[in-house]
C-alpha cells in the first residue's frame, strides 16, 4: 500500500474513467474523495468501491462550489495529497458549428474546474513539501482533434500547458505536475460516440488494434501518484497504442 495515509481528489469520479483511478488509488490505500456534478452517481459509486470515501457533488466550473468542496473535503478527510483532474465534457463542433455558450462550456469544464482546483490544492501541497497533480489531458491536444471539435481540442492543449506551468511552480516544493494523454478510451462518452465508419477508420490506424482499457488509463494515474514516481514532473504520458509517436 504505496499510498497509506494519503488523501486524493479525482473529479469527474462518476464516470468511467474516474471511477477506474479511484478504484486503484484505494487500492493502494489512499482515502479518496469522489467528486463530481452528478450527486446520485456518487452515491452509487461509494458503495461499490473498497475503501473510505467521501462523496462530494460540486459543479468544477464554478470556483465557489469548488472552494466549497475543497473546504468540506479538507475537514472531513484532512489535508489533500493527490489531486486527478480528470473531469470534462466532450465537444465534436467543428470551429464554423461552434457557438459562443458551446466555447464557454468546454472551456470551463475542461480548463477553468482543472486551474480552480489545482489553485484550491497547491498551498496545502506545498507547505507540506509533497504533492501530486495528475491532469488528465487528450491525443486531440497534439492533433487538432482526429475525431473531437475544436473547443474540446483547444481546452486540452491549454490543460498540457497548464500542466508545464504548475509543473515548474511546483518542483522546489516537492510537489509533481503531470499529464495523461490518453486516445480512444472505452467510455460512453469517448468510444461509444463514435459512428461505425469512424471506429473502423481509428482502428486501423492504432497499432496495438483496439481502443484502450479504462484500467490501463488508470494505471497510468496509480504510477504518477506514487512515490516512485518523485522524478517525474511535467510530463505528458502518451496512453494511445502507438496511434500517435513522437
Known amino acids: 500500500m504505496t499510498l497509506t495515509g494519503k488523501?486524493?481528489?479525482?473529479?469527474?469520479?462518476?464516470?468511467?474513467?474516474?471511477?477506474?483511478?479511484?478504484?486503484?488509488?484505494?487500492?493502494d490505500g489512499a482515502q479518496v474523495a469522489l467528486v463530481d456534478i452528478d450527486a446520485l452517481r456518487l452515491d452509487n459509486l461509494a458503495r461499490f468501491l473498497r475503501g473510505k470515501t467521501l462523496g462530494v457533488a460540486?459543479?468544477?466550473?464554478?470556483?465557489?462550489?469548488?472552494?466549497?468542496a475543497f473546504q468540506r473535503i479538507?475537514?472531513?478527510?484532512?489535508?489533500?495529497?493527490?489531486?486527478?483532474?480528470?473531469?470534462?465534457?466532450?465537444?465534436?463542433?467543428?470551429?464554423?458549428?461552434?457557438?459562443?455558450?458551446?466555447?464557454?462550456?468546454?472551456?470551463?469544464?475542461?480548463?477553468?474546474?482543472?486551474?480552480?482546483?489545482?489553485?484550491?490544492?497547491?498551498?496545502?501541497?506545498?507547505?507540506?513539501?509533497?504533492?501530486?497533480?495528475?491532469n488528465v489531458c487528450s491525443l486531440a491536444a497534439k492533433?487538432?482533434?482526429?475525431?473531437?471539435?475544436?473547443?474540446y481540442s483547444t481546452s486540452k492543449g491549454a490543460m498540457t500547458s497548464l500542466t508545464f506551468s504548475l509543473a515548474r511552480e511546483a518542483a522546489a516544493h516537492g510537489v509533481t505536475v503531470n499529464g495523461i494523454s490518453p486516445a480512444y478510451v472505452k467510455t460512453p462518452m469517448i468510444t461509444e460516440g463514435l459512428n461505425d465508419s469512424q471506429r473502423r477508420q481509428l482502428l486501423s490506424q492504432i497499432p496495438v488494434g483496439r481502443f484502450c482499457e479504462p484500467d490501463e488509463f488508470a494505471h497510468a494515474v496509480r504510477f504518477l501518484a506514487s512515490p516512485l514516481a518523485g522524478f517525474i514532473t511535467g510530463e505528458i504520458v502518451d496512453v494511445n497504442g502507438g496511434l500517435q509517436m513522437d
Do not use: H
Open 74 to 134: 479538507e475537514g472531513e478527510l484532512g489535508p489533500v495529497d493527490i489531486l486527478v483532474n480528470n473531469a470534462g465534457v466532450l465537444s465534436n463542433d467543428k470551429a464554423e458549428q461552434t457557438s459562443d455558450s458551446e466555447w464557454r462550456r468546454v472551456m470551463s469544464i475542461n480548463l477553468d474546474g482543472a486551474f480552480y482546483w489545482s489553485r484550491a490544492v497547491l498551498p496545502g501541497m506545498k507547505a507540506r513539501g509533497w504533492g501530486r497533480i495528475i
Open 58 to 68: 460540486c459543479d468544477i466550473a464554478d470556483s465557489m462550489s469548488v472552494k466549497t
Open 143 to 151: 492533433t487538432g482533434g482526429l475525431t473531437a471539435g475544436t473547443a
Open 7 to 27: 488523501t486524493a481528489v479525482v473529479t469527474g469520479a462518476a464516470g468511467t474513467m474516474g471511477t477506474a483511478a479511484a478504484k486503484f488509488l484505494l487500492e
